[in-house]
């Protein structure tokens, strides 16, 4: 008997003992038993998609196509690297989700003014003939680059909705793309620029290794809470590594923390970067890094001083290679990161970024700074992760270069129990995906630059406004945005900069002459569709996913 089942039984004898106690003299007692399930309970398997990543496996109970319940993973002997996968409140909540009686139930098309959300039902071949007429019509008054399909993660979904509209704007002579996200461009020009691989760093596994950890802006025990999210990965390793100092700089007491740190250090936001810049002047001021690290940065790095460019530009030339000798008069060996820290050379006017300059800025003091300084220096295997909230705004490459940097600083990244300062490698539930086809529009703008595209497209270049796949840097995209496609997005007007500027460009029609969005709900960006499809929920779709494989299981005792 399930144990649900038993206090179900359990609360109706309850009631039942009671109602005859107190009616024990009484004739006119009606019980009414309850009625039998129309058909058996089944469970089948799903998961939760949301954008945290973690792909939580979901069981689901239905009865006749109806949903009764969600249960979490319980699958497993629960040992930490075997573990049970639990879903967090957001996959819990999924029948609810399902069934929220604001869902979106019938294709609609606009008959108001955009953004007035006034739409009228219509028939899903409606739908699809409006739409397929519609990208004819602009594909052939404009060009294929005036079609856009803009970048959504309202779902990690393998096969639907995306690769779907993918495949029938291909067939269709294909379609203006993007690149980048809201969320981790900052990020991702930033590892590449430092010379990572990807945004990814050592597992928090490695941990166990440690003696020094260092959170700045990282908070992964409320972005990614669940059993198969870092949060327990990280909860586990701090559990499993008793003598392990955690510094975490953040201007929220987060569940991070919640008394597992050694020190909170609240930090203005946005301000990071000179915090890492004043303790990377402790580590070069005080002569350290010239004693303990100078030789993995000149075998590891460039840039770090004057003569690590000057090597690198005597390499270039005497290579005689265009590919590289294109890139000498970009080259001031002036230019080079000790020079910017120390404040010399060039960059004696901005002064050197010293504890006493940082604390009036970031708002840790300068004892804390040197401190953490001091700490990081001192430790033999120090674990820095800088979290990806840190490149969510202006210049956030920047900041995340500056928090990079650090890692590099102490000259110990690939040994054991050391990172190189980005966020941590996640393993994760994946869903395996569909092409959509061949695009045959090779040029793509940046995700934020796409109601740019809608005033001025014609002109932009990879120059001027970031446009890739030009045959050069200035060969103009040479087509206005007219068509935009949001599916599982909510992009439109709740992630975009400006959303009132952006907002009137979208509701001049005249400009952007079709609006596709595809969902759940009446978004905000719903609302300024012109034909708004509804959207099937993962638990009411068919998907595949890959197996994970963890990677903590080699580091368990």
Same mark, same amino acid.
């Given at each position: 008997m399930e144990r649900r089942s038993f206090l179900k039984m359990s609360a109706a004898m309850g009631c039942a003992a009671t109602v005859t106690g107190c009616n024990s003299g009484s004739s006119d007692v009606n019980v009414v038993p309850p009625k039998p399930p129309v058909g058996d309970e089944v469970q089948t398997w799903s998961?939760?998609?949301?954008?945290?990543?973690?792909?939580?496996?979901?069981?689901?109970?239905?009865?006749?196509?109806?949903?009764?319940?969600?249960?979490?993973?319980?699958?497993?002997?629960?040992?930490?690297?075997?573990?049970?996968?639990?879903?967090?409140?957001?996959?819990?909540?999924?029948?609810s989700?399902?069934?929220?009686?604001?869902?979106?139930?019938?294709p609609?098309?606009?008959?108001?003014?955009?953004?007035?959300?006034?739409?009228?039902?219509?028939?899903w071949d409606e739908a699809a003939s409006t739409i397929a007429s519609e990208i004819q019509r602009i594909a *052939? =008054?404009?060009?294929?680059?005036?079609? #856009?399909?803009?970048? @959504?993660?309202?779902?990690?979904?393998?096969?639907? *909705? =995306?690769?779907?509209?993918?495949?029938? #704007?291909?067939?269709? @002579?294909g379609f203006l793309q993007f690149y980048n996200n809201y969320s981790w461009a900052q990020q991702i020009d930033a590892a590449a620029a430092t010379g990572f691989s990807s945004t990814s760093g050592s597992s928090l596994t490695a941990l166990y290794d440690s003696d020094l950890f260092l959170g700045i802006g990282y908070n992964p025990s409320e972005m990614r809470q669940s059993g198969s999210g870092e949060g327990y990965d990280f909860l586990k390793a701090l559990e499993a590594n008793a003598n392990l100092e955690v510094i975490m700089v953040d201007p929220r007491y987060t569940d991070s923390m919640a008394g597992k740190e050694s020190?909170?250090?609240?930090?203005?936001?946005?301000?990071?970067a000179a915090f890492a810049e004043a303790i990377a002047y402790e580590m070069i001021s005080s002569g350290w890094v010239d004693t303990h690290s100078k030789a993995f940065l000149d075998k590891y790095c460039v840039g770090f001083d004057k003569a690590s460019l000057e090597k690198l530009v005597a390499e270039f030339t005497a290579s005689g290679d265009p590919k590289k000798t294109q890139y000498l008069p970009y080259i001031d060996v002036e230019d080079n990161y000790r020079n910017y820290i120390l404040g010399e050379g060039k960059f004696v006017d901005n002064g050197p970024r010293t504890p006493a300059w940082a604390a009036k800025i970031c708002g840790i003091s300068e004892a804390n700074i040197k401190s953490v300084a001091s700490k990081i220096m001192n430790a033999k295997a120090p674990f820095i992760v800088t979290g990806a909230a840190i490149n969510r705004h202006a210049n956030g490459e920047q900041a995340m270069r500056a928090c990079y940097m650090l890692s590099f600083l102490t000259g110990k990244v690939g040994q054991s129990g050391v990172s190189n300062g980005a966020l941590p490698y996640q393993g994760s539930l994946n869903r395996a995906g569909m092409s959509g086809g061949s695009n045959p529009v090779k040029e793509s703008i940046s995700c934020f630059m796409w109601s740019e595209a809608i005033e001025r497209g014609h002109e932009m270049t990879?120059?001027?406004?970031?446009?890739?796949?030009?045959?050069?840097?200035?060969t103009p995209l040479g087509a206005d945005t007219k068509a935009v496609f949001a599916l599982n997005s909510n992009i439109l007007i709740n992630q975009h900069s400006d959303c009132n500027g952006t907002a009137k460009i979208l509701e001049d029609d005249s400009k952007c002459e079709l609006i596709v969005v595809c969902d759940c709900w009446m978004t905000p960006s719903a609302r300024y569709a012109d034909i708004l499809l509804p959207d099937t929920t993962w638990l009411e779709s068919n998907d595949l996913h890959k197996q994970r494989k963890y990677q903590c299981s080699t580091y368990l005792p």
């Open positions: 998961s939760c998609l949301v954008n945290c990543g973690s792909n939580c496996p979901i069981k689901v109970f239905s009865r006749d196509g109806i949903i009764t319940r969600i249960e979490a993973d319980h699958e497993t002997s629960d040992e930490y690297g075997n573990h049970q996968i639990r879903a967090c409140a957001r996959g819990r909540s999924l029948r989700r399902t069934y929220a009686p604001d869902r979106l139930r019938t609609m098309k606009r008959v108001g003014k955009r953004g007035e959300a006034k739409f009228v039902p219509i028939s *052939s =008054s404009y060009g294929n680059k005036s079609i #856009l399909k803009i970048y @959504g993660t309202g779902a990690y979904y393998g096969f639907a *909705s =995306s690769a779907c509209f993918d495949r029938v #704007l291909n067939l269709n @002579g020190q909170w250090l609240p930090i203005r936001p946005g301000t990071d990879a120059r001027k406004d970031g446009l890739r796949g030009t045959a050069d840097l200035d």
